[in-house]
């Protein structure tokens, strides 16, 4: 059983950056491909990007590409989401999930494991 605790979230205004992290305990975490989801206020929740279990290899959704960079340090059993240019339109509870099959899933029933959430809110 894997246990993901995000951090990282809060408030920040448009055009700044924020760095997400993600701990994971209890499994080996290298052989997970890691995923960052996220969900607005009424919206379901949507990918945002994903790492290969080396962190060799990233993949993005289009709304995030270019801003998001999404990292690993396997040693510290962690992956990040660094956010920079953040919009309005980013603001979102922000999830990490472990898949044990596979990297680079886009669907959430794709993923194994899920932390609790960070809230990011953007707002001047």
């Known amino acids: 059983q894997v246990q993901l605790v995000e951090s990282g979230g809060g408030l920040v205004q448009p055009g700044g950056s924020l760095r997400l992290s993600c701990v994971a305990s209890g499994g080996t975490f290298s052989s997970y491909g890691m995923g960052w989801f996220r969900q607005a206020p009424g919206k379901e929740r949507e990918f945002v990007s994903a790492?290969?279990?080396?962190?060799?290899?990233?993949y993005y959704a289009d709304s995030v590409k270019g801003r998001f960079t999404i990292s690993r340090d396997n040693t510290k059993n962690t992956v990040y989401l660094q956010m920079n240019s953040l919009k309005p339109e980013d603001a979102a509870v922000y999830y990490c999930?472990?898949?044990?099959?596979?990297?680079?899933?886009?669907?959430?029933?794709?993923?194994?494991?899920w932390g609790q959430g960070t809230q990011v809110t953007v707002s001047s």
């Open positions: 790492i290969s279990w080396s962190g060799g290899s990233t």
């Open positions: 999930a472990a898949d044990s099959t596979r990297w680079g899933a886009v669907f959430e029933y794709e993923y194994d494991y």
